[in-house]
């Protein structure tokens, strides 16, 4: 694909009926992919979020797009203030972790009032300091059909400096999918690159994939994964990662 349709793919941007490349919502999928672990997945699949099998088919291309997404970047020309929010579970994960574990899209335009399609609601007030990678959709697109989403990607690895902060007045009535509060109200400063070591076997074969397949269509109907699936998965989803740091590191 060339850069402009992965770009547009990402953001939902999508036409036909092709099963892959005409996913709206191909990034729920794909950032399942680049987080380590499990949560994310159970806490999609708790939000009614598609865990799309059929990624699991192109994983060659996954890991393409991913570093053509990364390679789109460039360094931000000055400070920049944005805005996302996050489920609870993956912010867990970033600290955890101390960096961003898959792509971040966030925005210029502020917060709603309301989010009804997560949970446990973090709210992030990011400052992207001049010189960090992100890529601004408005300047890479020629037509950007999301124009109102003023939608700015981070890439996955940035380190961060997060600073849990008071909930001004302004957000103490924004709720999550279950009319609760914000959870935490806290400011990221972003940070250079901080790659995971991650040392894996080759796990891009049909009993990996197969597994992972079986795992996504006991999330999708909320069903219990079996322990072993769920470890090749996790595998699968390692080997992933490592080709993608692999070849940004290479590049």
């Known amino acids: 694909m060339k850069q402009e349709d992965v770009i547009r793919f990402y953001e939902g941007d999508v036409k036909g009926n092709d099963p892959f490349y005409s996913d709206p919502k191909a990034y729920v999928t794909w950032n399942a992919l680049l987080f380590p672990g499990f949560e994310t997945e159970k806490a999609r699949s708790e939000e009614n979020r598609y865990l799309n099998p059929v990624f699991l088919d192109y994983i ?12 789109c970047m460039s360094k931000a020309k000055e400070d920049l203030h944005v805005y996302r ?3 609870f ?4 994960c970033f600290m955890k ?23 446990q609601l973090v709210l992030m007030d990011i400052t992207i300091p001049k010189g960090c990678y992100c890529a601004d959709f408005s300047m890479l697109l020629n037509e ?17 400096d997060c600073h849990v902060l008071e909930k ?15 959870k935490i109200y806290c400011h990221m400063d972003m940070k250079g690159f901080d790659f995971p070591v991650l040392d894996v076997c080759d796990a891009c074969n049909e009993k990996y994939i197969q597994a992972a397949k079986r795992v996504y269509a006991a999330q999708n109907h909320k069903d219990v994964c079996e322990k072993e699936d769920v470890e090749k998965y996790l595998t699968l989803k390692k080997w992933i990662q490592m080709e993608i740091i692999k070849h940004i590191n290479n590049d």
């Open 168 to 182: 001004p007045l302004k957000i103490q009535n924004i709720s999550d999918g279950e009319g609760n509060p914000v």
């Open 97 to 119: 972790e101390k960096r961003i574990t898959s792509f971040l899209s966030t925005s210029t335009a502020g917060f709603l009032n309301a989010y009804q399609d997560k949970k």
């Open 85 to 87: 929010v996050e489920r």
């Open 144 to 160: 950007y059909k999301k124009s109102e989403e003023k939608e700015i990607l981070l890439p996955p690895y940035l380190s961060f």
């Open 89 to 92: 579970v993956d912010y867990a």
């Open 60 to 71: 060659p291309e996954v890991i393409d797009m991913s570093v053509q997404l990364i390679h």
